[in-house]
Structures are given as structure tokens and as C-alpha cells.
């Protein structure tokens, strides 16, 4: 959701804090600002809009002095997009300014007391509660009056404070949030994506919930509410700034597309060794596999649907029950779990609040978990009994591409080694699906390599008010994501169902020249899906078919027909997607969307 930076140092703090904003930008944000301190005074800039408003606002930085601040960006949650309600916010009497992603679940009981004793309320904010408690809590000791300060708040948070009296120093705090120190050399960060830290330092610490931090140029020191002295370890950042740029495409969204070849090699080929699926990161025995009488994977949005889509190739080769359960679901259901369920959580920023919350549950009901997650250190991450990570780089399109496709690669790789470890797959079998997977990279890249006119497609389907997705088993998972890209970057309405459900009902939908996207890859379920594809031609349907090259049958049937590689249908969805990504880019860049922004959307959604 919302974003944070903070530095001091001996370098101006104004044109760093714009920098790291710019980098948060892929969160999704409403508004913006900065505070820094000069001369004994703090100094607020907010706006409205794009992080271009603010350094038009302050010139850059140069207009905002100082060698010590905080920035934010805003994703409204309590009250509208204003410059009111921006970060940072100021005490009444101007001596702290903070900033603050996540939700106070309690303000209105704060906000109460606090207008009881006189304190007065500028924004619309349930951010505003903890400036004001600090300036209630505060005798002169800062680090009192932040412990005092936390201990009322119900929620979550990562929290950035500054206090004129202490001007070269910042002080951050940490619940169900993420937050991350960067060290340098004469100076220091904290940030709530490393993205914003890479210009600047590699080094980072990883904050746990319920810990402080104070930051001067020279030191950071962590401590608890006890005023205990944590030692924490420092982290050395694998991205470098490179990953992190668009290096000559138009948006993040296709250089994401395009790096999906070398994610899903880089997910895999670390854990392949001599025809053995190795899964350091893993203790599962096999009694304890054979334990297990189900699994239940987790998730939200698209990890959701990675999920969906490797159900069918989990149950095919362990012959165990997968359940899908949507995190936000999960979490309020009074789920039937216990020590013999495996749940296995989906995320690629380890910091999904849904899915925090239903994994927790879980844990509690007896689960062992598995995180598969794209941020090393998150919050997920450090929940799980076991953490399998998809090497996929950073992710800064909020539509994500490479991070669905490298979550099912660990899904893949999973199934196998779970289906060896049972003895539930013939070493022949084995071997021929292991050699399969190996081969998924190079089919990826011919996929996008023999679909570069895809966006001559997009100029048919691209103005359009709804479009429709179908398929059938593991077709239809991929219909799910298929649509859901469509909808969330080119605003149209965009829905998938079951091939096989139109009759009961959603066919009414179909009218002339309505578009329907058809995935007819699974040969199990050909016949049928045909079927369905005639059935909607019939009412007047524009049909766009997604096929393995090769199959003839469906070039008579559709309107338009786009091909992938012949590969094994059990791992068939990271080839499937890719043009569908690509479709939903195009049809978006015809509508003028910002496509690696999105309204109203958020990449990492750290709020419920």
C-alpha cells in the first residue's frame, strides 16, 4: 500500500527522500510529501498526485534544506486524496512530524480523547491519532513517548518519526507492516521496500513487529518496549538498481513480461540437482508427508490463482486433496485445520495482510506451513516453518507477471518432490516431468518470441466495454488470471468461467460481437471446450482461442487463434499466460492506461 523513506546524513535529505518516493511509486499512491528538519523548524511539502507534483512543489528539494527527513506516499484508506490528509502530519505544537503506512483500527477512540484534551485535527486521517499522542506522551525522552505512544495503538504500522529536538536523528517502529533499515557509510535509511535503498546501500536490517529503531548518521540502534538493546543481523541486497529500472522498455509490466525466460530458470535451476529436486530450505520428511490428508493453499489475487492453477498438478501426481482458499476467506471461516493439513501461503511481497492473518490462524489450529514468497526476510517469510523463495527480482509493476509465473515454478517443483518423496510417480514418469519442467524457460521465451504481433489482436478486442474468459480444469485457472490482468490494467470488465457452467446461466451474457477469450490447451478436455466455442459463436461471439501449436481443430472454430509451445499440460499455465499477458499490456496501452500504476490499486496490500 502506502510507502516510506526516511535519511540522515550529511547529504541535503529533500532530493533523497523524492528519489526513494520515485522508487515506492509502483505501491500505488494517492498523494505524497516530505518533512525535513532546518534550523530547528520542520518543514512540510504535500500534494496531491504523482510524485512529479511534489519535486515541481519543493524544486527538486532544493526549496526544503536540511540534512535530515521523512517521506511518504499515500494510498487513502481514512479520509479522501487531499493535501490535508498527505503525509507527513505535524503535532500541534510542531515539534514531531510522522509518517505512517498501515491502519490504526482504534483512531476514532484515540481521536476522541485526544479532541477531549484539546488537541486539534487537521486531516481526516487515522494517522493523525499517533503525532498527537506523542506530543501528549512526550516529557523529554523521545524513546518514552514512542514505547508509550505504540502501546495504544491497535493495528498495524510502520512508523517514521521526527522531533526537532533531536535533528539528526529518526525514529521508527514496526507492527504487521514492513520496514527496512538501510546502513551506510556517514549516513542512514529506513524504507518500506528495498527498492528505495539500492541507489544508496545493500547493507539492510530487517525490523520484526514490535521492535524500535534509532537512526543517526552513524549508528542505528534497535530496542524493544522494554527498552532492551536487540542485536539484529545485516542483510546483504542481491537486486542491484539495474533490476530496478525499466532499461529501455515503456513500462515495468513488459520488462517484466520479457524477464519471465530467465525468473523461471533462476526459480528452478538452484534446486535441480543430478535429476534430484532439491529443497533446502525444507525439512519435510517423508512420514511426516504421509501424515498429511490435505493441503490448503493460500492466497490473494493473482498468488490465488497461481495456486488455482497448481491444484490440479498437485493432486494429479500426490494423489493428496488440494483446497484454494481465498486469504481474505480463510481468515474469518473457522477453517477445518488441524496438524494433518499442509498450508502452503502465496505471496510475492511476504506482506499481504489477508494472507498474514489466515496463515496465523492456521498456525494456531495446528498447520505446518510452507511460504512461497519473492521477498527475502518479509513477514510471511519469517511466519513459515519453511520459506521457499522465487528468485524472481524485483516486481514493480502492480500487475504482477513474472511473480505468478515463478510462484507456480516452486509449485511445480514442489509437486514432484512431494509425489517422489510419497512414491506415488514412476521414475520414468518422473524423470520425463522433471525433464519437462527444464525445458519450460526456453518454450517461455518462444512463446513471447512467436507472439510478437499480439499486439495487432489487441487493436481488435481493445475497445470493448466487457470481454469474457473460458476454459476447462486446469484452462479455466488460467482463464482466472487471464482476466483478472485485463481488468485490473485496461479497466475493462473482464470475467472468466468454467467452460462447462455457461449453459447454467452466464451464456445469457453472450451477445453479438461480444469478445470471448477461449483456452483450449488441455487435450483431456478438448472436445468440450470446442463445444463451448461453437455455443458462443452461435449468439454472435467473437472467439479468441489459445492453443498448443499444432492444433488444427480449433483454427475452424475461432475468430483469431493464438499459439504456444506443445509442452506438458500439467505445467501448461506459465505458457498459457504469457500471451494473455501481453494482450492485457497492449489493449491497455491502446487505451491509455497507466498501466504499471493502475487507479486504485496497490502492490503489496499491507492493510485488510
Known amino acids: 500500500m502506502c510507502g516510506i523513506v526516511g535519511y540522515t546524513g550529511v547529504q541535503g535529505a529533500s532530493p533523497i527522500l523524492l528519489e526513494g518516493l520515485k522508487k515506492l511509486e509502483y505501491r500505488g499512491y494517492d498523494s505524497a510529501g516530505i518533512a525535513v528538519i532546518n534550523d530547528g523548524v520542520i518543514n512540510i511539502a504535500k500534494v496531491t498526485g504523482r510524485i512529479a507534483n511534489l519535486c515541481e512543489k519543493t524544486n527538486d528539494g532544493a526549496d526544503y534544506p536540511g540534512v535530515t527527513g521523512i517521506g511518504h506516499t499515500r494510498w487513502a484508506t481514512h479520509g479522501a486524496p487531499t493535501d490535508t490528509n498527505a503525509h507527513p502530519h505535524l503535532s500541534n ?243 477445518l485445520i488441524d496438524n494433518h493439513t499442509l498450508l502452503i501461503v502465496l505471496s510475492q511481497s511476504g506482506e499481504t495482510a489477508d494472507t498474514i492473518a489466515a496463515m496465523k490462524e492456521c498456525k494456531s489450529r495446528g498447520a505446518k506451513t510452507i511460504a512461497i514468497v519473492n521477498v527475502v526476510g518479509s513477514t510471511i517469510a519469517k511466519l513459515a516453518d519453511h520459506a521457499l523463495y522465487t528468485w524472481a527480482g524485483p516486481e514493480i509493476a502492480v500487475a504482477t507477471t513474472k511473480g505468478y509465473t515463478t510462484q507456480l515454478a516452486v ?59 473460458i476454459g476447462r480444469n486446469s484452462d479455466y485457472a488460467v482463464a482466472l488470471e487471464g482476466a483478472l490482468k485485463m481488468k485490473e490494467i485496461s479497466y475493462i470488465h473482464a470475467e472468466s468461467y468454467a467452460a462447462g457452467e455457461l449453459k447454467h446461466g452466464t451464456i445469457a451474457l453472450i451477445e453479438e460481437h461480444r469478445p470471448v477469450v477461449a483456452l483450449c490447451y488441455n487435450e483431456s478436455v478438448m472436445e468440450k471446450t470446442l463445444s463451448n466455442i461453437v455455443e458462443v459463436k452461435a449468439r454472435g461471439a467473437e472467439v479468441l482461442a489459445l492453443t498448443y501449436k499444432g492444433n488444427s481443430q480449433i483454427v475452424s472454430q475461432a475468430n483469431d487463434v493464438i499459439f504456444v509451445p506443445k509442452s506438458e499440460t500439467l505445467f501448461s499455465a506459465v505458457l498459457e499466460i504469457v500471451p494473455l499477458q501481453l494482450l492485457a499490456y497492449y489493449v491497455a496501452k491502446l487505451n491509455g492506461c497507466d498501466i504499471d500504476k493502475p487507479k486504485n490499486l496497490a502492490k503489496s496490500v499491507t492493510v485488510e
Open 93 to 335: 505544537d510542531g515539534r514531531f512530524a510522522i509518517v505512517h503506512n498501515g491502519i490504526i483500527e482504534n483512531y476514532l477512540s484515540l481521536h476522541d480523547e485526544l479532541t477531549s484534551k484539546g488537541y486539534h485535527f487537521e486531516s481526516e486521517t487515522d494517522t493523525e491519532v499517533i503525532v498527537h499522542l506523542l506530543e501528549m506522551y512526550y516529557k523529554g525522552d523521545i524513546k518514552k513517548a514512542i514505547i508509550k505512544t505504540i502501546a495504544r495503538l491497535q493495528g498495524s504500522y510502520a512508523l517514521g518519526v521526527l522531533c526537532v529536538d533531536e535533528p539528526g536523528k529518526l525514529y521508527v517502529a514496526r507492527e504487521a507492516s514492513p520496514l527496512i533499515l538501510g546502513v551506510g557509510v556517514g549516513e542512514n535509511f529506513f524504507a518500506s521496500d528495498v527498492t528505495a535503498l539500492v541507489s544508496y546501500t545493500r547493507n539492510a536490517i530487517y525490523l520484526d513487529d514490535g521492535e524500535i529503531a534509532e537512526i543517526t548518521p552513524d549508528a542505528i540502534n534497535v530496542f524493544d518496549c522494554a527498552m532492551q538493546t536487540i542485536s539484529k543481523k545485516i542483510t546483504r541486497i542481491v537486486w542491484d538498481i539495474q533490476s530496478a529500472e525499466k532499461g529501455g522498455y515503456d513500462h515495468f509490466m513488459l520488462k517484466e513480461i520479457m524477464e519471465q525466460p530467465r525468473a523461471f530458470k533462476a526459480t528452478i535451476a538452484p534446486r535441480i540437482k543430478d535429476n534430484e529436486i532439491v529443497l533446502d530450505e525444507t525439512d519435510l520428511s517423508e512420514r511426516y508427508l504421509k501424515s498429511i490428508n490435505k493441503i490448503v493453499i493460500t492466497a490473494c489475487g493473482s498468488a490465488y490463482y497461481a495456486g488455482c492453477a497448481a491444484k490440479y498438478t498437485i493432486e494429479k501426481l500426490c494423489r493428496v486433496p488440494v483446497i484454494c482458499e481465498l486469504a481474505s476467506e480463510l481468515r474469518y471461516s473457522d477453517p
Open 411 to 469: 509449485l511445480y517443483l514442489f509437486a514432484l518432490y512431494m509425489s517422489k518423496k510419497l512414491g506415488r510417480i514412476e521414475e520414468e514418469r518422473y524423470l520425463q516431468l522433471l525433464s519437462s519442467l527444464k525445458s519450460l524457460p526456453k518454450k517461455i521465451q518462444d512463446t513471447i518470441d512467436t507472439n510478437s504481433k499480439i499486439h495487432k489482436i489487441a487493436i481488435k478486442y481493445y475497445d470493448n466495454r466487457s470481454m469474457f474468459f
